[in-house]
């Protein structure tokens, strides 16, 4: 069996990964089509069909749907093959919540430890977003999510847990899927959230070692998607 060794993240800009293998190159397919909504929640994933789409064979590409089941982006159905993972609400909630308690107690811990490599590696990489942010039309919304990715990485660097980072790599790539399927009802101009200005309160009270307010902020930016899916899906039902 094909072994995948997940690309370690990187603190500064996040560029596309190369792949090493055709497993690893059929899965990092399938999570961008999974997480992009290209695969529709809930949609029956055939590997006779598939496999030709991604140009690999039937055993690769079931290694490589196995690998999104422990991703929890794929569902497996025992011998009826693999689904992708449905959506909810309820998800959403608890994606919401687990990150939150994750992410915000990385974040006290790295202002905690960081050092001035940490300082500069996150300055570096705020600035790179803050970039994208200013001209998102031209840059395209990939370029804005691996720079988005990048900065909260960067966030918690300086906190010394591999456990920590490896739960809450996938807890952002679930994020990251519902911000794509929802696109049109979190995205700034339908929202009218200042997302730039969000990550800046974030920024700022971090490399200040502020740790209560920088985590306060981050809280708060990072539910606020689920509050406006909340909101509109609400509006939606009523009409």
């Keep these: 069996m094909h072994q995948l060794k997940r690309p370690a993240a ?3 800009e996040a560029e596309p990964h190369l792949p090493r293998t055709l497993v690893e190159r059929a899965y990092l397919g399938l999570r961008h089509d999974v997480i992009s909504g290209k695969l529709a929640p809930g949609e029956r994933l055939r590997v006779e069909h598939l496999k030709d789409q991604y140009e690999v064979g039937a055993g690769t590409l079931r290694e490589a749907l196995s690998l999104l089941v422990s991703d929890a982006l794929v569902t497996s159905e025992g011998q009826r093959g693999f689904r992708v993972a449905p959506i909810s609400m309820t998800d959403l909630e608890d994606v919401t ?5 994750l992410e915000t107690d990385a974040l006290r811990q790295s202002i905690r430890h960081g050092d001035a490599q940490w300082e500069a ?7 790179l977003l803050s970039k994208t942010e200013r001209d998102l039309a031209e840059s395209g919304s990939d370029l804005w999510e691996r720079r988005n990715k990048s900065f909260h990485e960067a966030l ?3 906190f010394d847990s591999n ?3 490896y739960l809450l790599s996938i807890l952002y790539r679930h994020a990251e899927r519902y911000r794509n399927i929802n696109w049109r ?4 101009h339908a929202s009218g959230r200042d997302v730039h200005k969000e990550h800046e309160d974030i920024f700022r009270a971090a490399l200040s070692r502020q740790e209560a307010r920088a985590a306060l902020a981050l809280e708060a930016h990072i ?5 406006i899916v ?10």
């Design 10 to 12: 990187s603190h500064v």
């Design 97 to 101: 919540n687990t990150r939150v308690m």
């Design 121 to 127: 590696a996150l300055q570096q990489s705020y600035d």
């Design 156 to 158: 918690i660097a300086g």
């Design 163 to 165: 456990w920590s980072k």
């Design 185 to 188: 009802l979190t995205a700034a």
């Design 223 to 227: 539910r606020l998607t689920h509050d």
């Design 230 to 239: 909340r909101l509109q899906t609400k509006q939606a039902e009523l009409k």
